[in-house]
């Protein structure tokens, strides 16, 4: 996928010349950046999901009691309007 970025043409030249001095590309190091992001966001996803797994489980940190089973008759909270 191709994408057009405005940045301001000194950062560029910048990072351009830092990127060659150490042996890559302008390109390459701003999709290693990127990947790097993504990487990160799908890891705080995982440990997301791994939380709310073990809540639905009634494992650690949840509050709820092993075997606990949802009953919406009892469980439910329902306010009456006025």
């Known amino acids: ?9 000194a950062i560029v ?8 001095a150490n042996g ?4 390459q190091y701003v ?4 990947e790097a992001k ?16 073990s809540f639905l489980l009634g494992l650690p940190p949840s509050g709820l009691p092993r075997g ?3 009953n919406r008759e009892r469980d439910a909270v329902r306010e009456v309007s006025k």
């Open 1 to 9: 996928m191709s994408i057009t970025l405005s940045i301001p043409p």
């Open 13 to 20: 030249q910048e990072v351009r010349e830092w990127a060659e």
């Open 24 to 27: 890559t590309s302008l390109n």
């Open 31 to 34: 999709r290693e950046c990127l």
């Open 38 to 53: 993504a990487n990160e966001i799908q890891e705080l996803r995982t440990q997301k999901a791994r939380a709310f797994k």
């Open 68 to 70: 606990y089973t949802f």
